[in-house]
């Protein structure tokens, strides 16, 4: 059931249900971000919107960690305001940043102006102090490949993937979807401390097996450059 052709040391961590991969999750999380505490002065969590992430976020806030000293930010976000029900920082602020988690200093993507053009460079701003590479990175995976908002159909996919560019984020406009978006490039988001792929259900499992058919072409499943070695896959039913 589970053969997809990954590639070699990606390890895979198969639940019956999402309650089950989320505590997993989350055990492997707070232990990562409790490691680099250790040794560093703070530490980066980059999550990820949508309803996968949800009983990751309700049993990870709860964990006894240093928040003060963990930034916490997505990985993208739409371009809406912050009240708006598609807003990922909504979800992260109602979901994640309660309880112990608090304290977590949160790095926004949104920031005033009308498109994500006129408020890149407040972006920039805000993330001035976010230290590459990450420590922690959740993502997800969407149907069609996309992971973060590098979506295949975005005019600007070939700015977010390159990893020779210094931006860290860029504006995204993909046709598909209905709102305009802001995303970590593929520069900010690689070689990640401890990078998890969070999925659910057996569509996503049969995208990934696609995925993996031909890693090669990005472009066209930007979620293939993250297929490599040292990959955690987090799925559930």
Known sequence: MHDLGLPEAVDTHFFDTPDDAAVALADAVARHLSERLLIAPRA???????????????????????????DVLLADERWVPEDDKDSNTRLVRENLLQGPASEARYLSLKQPGDTPAEGLAAVESA??????????????????GHTASLFPDAPELDEALDTDSAAIVVPMTPASQPQKRITLTLRALNQAGFTALHLKG???????????????KVWDMPVRAFLKPGLQVYWSA
């Not at 949508?50 to 009983?55: E, F, I």
Request: aromatic residues 4%; negative net charge; glycine residues 8%.
């Open 44 to 70: 980066s969590l980059v999550v990820s919107g949508g309803s996968t992430p949800l009983p990751f976020f309700e049993a990870l806030r709860e964990k006894p960690l240093d928040w003060a000293r963990i």
């Open 127 to 144: 993330l001035n102090d976010l230290h590459l590479p990450l420590d922690v990175l959740i993502l997800g995976m969407g149907n069609d």
């Open 202 to 216: 057996d569509d996503k499992l049969k995208t990934l097996q696609t995925a993996c058919s031909d890693i090669g």
